[in-house]
């Protein structure tokens, strides 16, 4: 056998045993009924399917969606002029990369936990207000939609600058500069050039900053405090405390569709517009 | 004597394309041989089958008179020199060469590895890594790491093309001159005729897949068999069916006798080259030949009545 | 308007760093609260009299290089064997794996365990963890090999094989050593996705193998604690020398 069949064996038995056949189980259980002491048994039923249809967790669906959107396009206006500075500065280049990659490098939970310790009510913001006198009681920063969103923008930051900074670079520098001497001001120059042209790079960056806001659950239940229920938190708490895995595998069957819709029609975009 | 390499009726085909339409080639031992043709003519993929990095789809490479058609290339006694070197970034120039030797398992590694250090002229810059040597000395590593081997025949793909013009000509006589030193054979691939013409003792013309001529250098120049020969190895004025190079053609104000054809001509432009003239004429059928004439004879101009000649024994006549 | 980025740039790099470097300064206050009192060490001494700590901290070392070792060995193999012939359906569900959420792979790694523990009597544990941790870290070994690979030129292998090494060897020679740099750095990603991971180590860690996100999770739930500041510090500061050494490995 050849040698490339040997190295790959131990991939496609990991896989498949670790992530084929953990996913195969929860499409099976999303089909299932919950049992009276919380496990998993016949009959077969689409009810868990039919549930998700209730206006309460139609709701919760749509809440992710727009939270997810909301932070995707923060981090994108966020994102862009930071990724212009660098792909325009000079020199150091590499020095700015590096100071916008190194927190992302450093642990999401500790970033994350960074915020609690800013929002909540002993917090530091909360305490320096106090202090000098702008508010007597502390502000309910924390614990809720506010403070998920802060804390996903904050997270996936990193996730859309390198992207746009990439399409920015492999910008021809002639282009705005043309538009300049065909009489463009440098607003217009930026809105009518370059931010179309770096569409590509605002794109992936996009679907790399939605994705995992789309299924987030360390975040929002770090800092939401329970009280802001995303798809994330509905599926972990059919698993644990309302121990209903066949509706819990619904949900999470329903998130990886969307996920998985997401990513295809992005790479089928990409390869049409490379062909 | 048997020929150290034979190719017989090898034909290679790749999805949607023959490569090669069964060639046969015998390739006599300690010969500089060369396989010289245009891109995508099969030459590079003759070099490959030879090699073993890849399996012909029908036919026979034999290597001493055996088969060796499923044979890899680590049980060939060929050895390759890549167009772009392929040298191992991670190893100085020593440890390229004495990679092979070590795979092999051979002894006395440090005498031979000097040895052909010596050889290619790299003594001292052998503890160098590639990144820290010029294109000319990582090819002599190149060729060092792959001689050390002794092989039966050393095939070289392109591998003056990355060098500079002044470095290739030089190399051109040293390749030659390490070639004759050593004795090994040596199978070329090239398509710059005169790389092929200056350091071959034979070569043969390859054009889409098969081969047009075998011969020496000067019988593939001087008696093409085909168009196509003949066009490749220089420029032809074909001139109602008979070829006749520029350096052969003559132009006079007078026709010449003596034996020498000469037709009358008038000239349509004349460009100086700095070693020479190329004088463009047109004949009275119409035909246009080009001359190539020498700095010190008159200059012609443009619109004047010449005869055009040349000896009926430098004339080239193909099927 | 280059003035103006240079502004927002700026204060695009504060809102980035400020939030870690207060919970740093914040990590050395005697007070509990965030009010400054004066420099101490105190939080740091009770990291280490915490044995919660200590043990969740142990385990997160034995799980982040167990699963980085197996991870990086399976990852390059794949990576390798991948340059050579292509597999969209295996490149597809590796890509699929890392664009899953977190959540998802851990309930479902749950279910299959626990499966497990029906049928084989296996129980949730550290080396569970070991085995999750692998799953979705052999995705990024690959995609950082490949990157690698792709710098390669061919012939570097077909010069081994014409050389006399057979197929192991020219692995084994020269790709292994010419990805060296590229194996460090995928290896140190590795670690730290390990080290850092929260969610799906939750949901498929026993009772008695705690990570050390899991303990600093439960901590911040009962509310925050300066002896978190104090590990979110430290992990900060060995998060960043893993990022300088591969920084430094690239370079060379």
């Known amino acids: 056998m050849k040698l490339r069949t040997w190295f790959v064996l131990p991939t496609w038995v990991w896989m498949a045993g670790l992530f084929a056949a953990p996913f195969a189980i929860i499409l099976a259980y999303s089909f299932l009924t919950r049992g009276d002491y919380g496990g998993v048994e016949q009959p077969w039923t689409l009810e868990n399917y039919q549930r998700l249809f209730d206006r309460l967790y139609l709701i919760i669906l749509l809440r992710s969606f727009a939270m997810a959107s909301v932070a995707t396009v923060l981090c994108l206006i966020l994102a862009f002029p930071v990724a212009l500075f660098i792909s325009q500065a000079p020199r150091r280049k590499n020095l700015y990369l590096q100071l916008v990659m190194l927190p992302f490098w450093t642990s999401f939970l500790v970033r ?80 009518r050039v370059i931010v179309p042209l770096s569409r590509s790079g605002i794109i992936a960056g996009a679907v790399l900053v939605f994705i995992p806001c789309l299924g987030t659950y360390l975040t929002s239940d770090l800092l939401g405090g329970g009280r802001t229920v995303l798809v994330g938190n509905l599926v972990q708490s059919q698993f644990t405390t309302a121990r209903d895995w066949p509706f819990g595998s619904a949900v999470s069957m329903l998130l990886m569709l969307l996920v998985t819709l997401l990513v295809w029609g992005f790479l089928r975009r990409e390869s049409e517009q490379l062909s | 004597m048997e020929p150290i390499l034979e190719v017989r009726d090898l034909v290679k085909d790749y999805p949607g394309h023959r490569a090669l339409s069964g060639i046969s080639l015998s390739i006599p031992q300690g010969s500089f041989f060369s396989l010289l043709g245009p891109s995508g003519c099969g030459k590079t993929t003759t070099l490959r089958l ?29 050895s390759t020199v890549f167009q772009s070197y392929a040298l191992f970034p991670h190893l100085t120039a020593r440890g390229n060469v004495e990679f092979g030797l070590k795979r092999h398992g051979m002894s006395d590694i440090e005498k031979r590895v000097a040895e052909a250090i010596t050889l290619v002229g790299l003594l001292g810059k052998e503890i160098r890594k590639p990144a820290q040597l010029s294109g000319g000395e990582r090819q002599r590593v190149a060729l060092a790491r792959s001689l050390v081997l002794a092989p039966d025949v050393l095939l070289l793909d392109e591998p003056l093309a990355a060098l500079d013009p002044k470095l290739r000509k030089q190399m051109r006589s040293e390749l030659k001159a390490m070639q004759r030193r050593v004795g090994i054979t040596f199978l070329l691939v090239t398509h710059d005729q005169e790389e092929a013409l200056s350091m071959s003792d034979q070569l043969a013309v390859m054009n889409e897949g098969h081969v047009e001529q075998v011969g020496s250098p000067e019988d593939i120049y001087l008696r093409p068999r085909t168009k196509f020969v003949a066009g490749f190895l220089g420029a032809v004025n074909w001139i109602e069916g008979i070829g006749i190079r520029p350096e052969s053609t003559r132009i006079g104000r007078e026709a010449e006798n003596h034996g020498a054809k000469s037709f009358p001509a008038l000239v349509t432009d004349s460009v100086f080259l700095g070693d020479c003239f190329q004088v463009i004429v047109r004949m009275a059928s119409g035909e246009e030949a080009v001359a190539q004439v020498h700095r010190s004879s008159p200059v012609f101009q443009r619109g004047e009545s010449v005869h055009i000649s040349w000896n009926p024994s430098d004339e080239i006549s193909v099927a | 308007m280059k003035r103006w980025l240079a502004v927002y740039a700026v204060g ?13 300064v914040f990590s050395f206050n005697s007070s509990r609260f965030t009010v400054w009192e004066h420099f101490s060490l105190e939080w740091y001494r009770a990291i280490f009299r915490d ?202």
Not at chain 3, 182 to 194: E, K
Not at chain 3, 222 to 244: K, Q
Request: glycine letters at 6%.
């Open chain 1, 112 to 191: 994350t936990y960074a915020w609690l310790f800013l929002l909540r009510d002993t917090g530091l913001i909360n305490t320096f207000l106090e202090k000098i006198g702008i508010i007597h009681s502390p502000l309910p920063l924390l614990y809720n939609s506010g403070a998920v969103l802060l804390g996903l923008v904050y997270g996936y930051l990193p996730f859309m600058v390198l992207p746009i900074y990439a399409t920015l670079e492999r910008l021809d520098p002639s282009l705005p500069e043309a538009a300049a001497d065909l009489g463009a001001r440098p607003w217009t120059t930026l809105f």
């Open chain 2, 50 to 78: 030879v090699a073993g990095f890849e399996e012909p789809s029908s036919g026979e490479v034999r290597i001493k008179g055996e088969v060796v058609n499923h044979r890899k290339p680590y049980e060939r006694n060929v």
């Open chain 3, 51 to 252: 044995p919660e700590l200590v043990e969740a901290t142990w385990n997160s070392v034995i799980v982040a290089v167990a699963a980085t070792v197996i991870a990086t060995v399976v990852g390059t193999m794949c990576a390798y064997a991948l340059w050579k012939k292509k597999s969209r359906l295996l490149t597809g569900t590796l890509y699929l794996s890392l664009v899953t959420p977190e959540i998802v792979t851990g309930i479902s790694l749950l279910a299959l365990f626990q499966w497990m523990f029906r049928w084989l009597h296996w129980h949730l544990g550290l080396y569970t963890v070991i085995l999750a941790h692998v799953a979705f870290s052999i995705a990024y070994v690959v995609i950082v090999i490949s990157a690698r690979l792709r710098t390669l030129s061919p012939s570097l292998e077909e010069a081994a094989l014409d050389l006399g090494a057979n197929e192991w060897g020219a692995f084994f020679y020269v790709i292994l050593p010419a990805l060296g740099p590229g194996i460090i750095a995928a290896a140190l990603l590795a670690l730290t996705v390990s080290f850092d991971d929260y969610v799906i180590t939750s949901m498929v860690a026993g009772v008695d193998s705690q990570t050390l996100p899991m303990v600093i999770y439960a901590m911040a739930r009962r509310g925050a604690s300066p002896v978190i500041n104090a590990i979110s510090a430290l992990i900060t500061v060995f998060f960043g020398i893993l990022i300088v050494i591969s920084e430094q490995v690239r370079e060379a």
């Open chain 3, 12 to 24: 695009f790099f504060a809102f980035l760093h400020l939030p870690l470097l207060t919970l740093a």
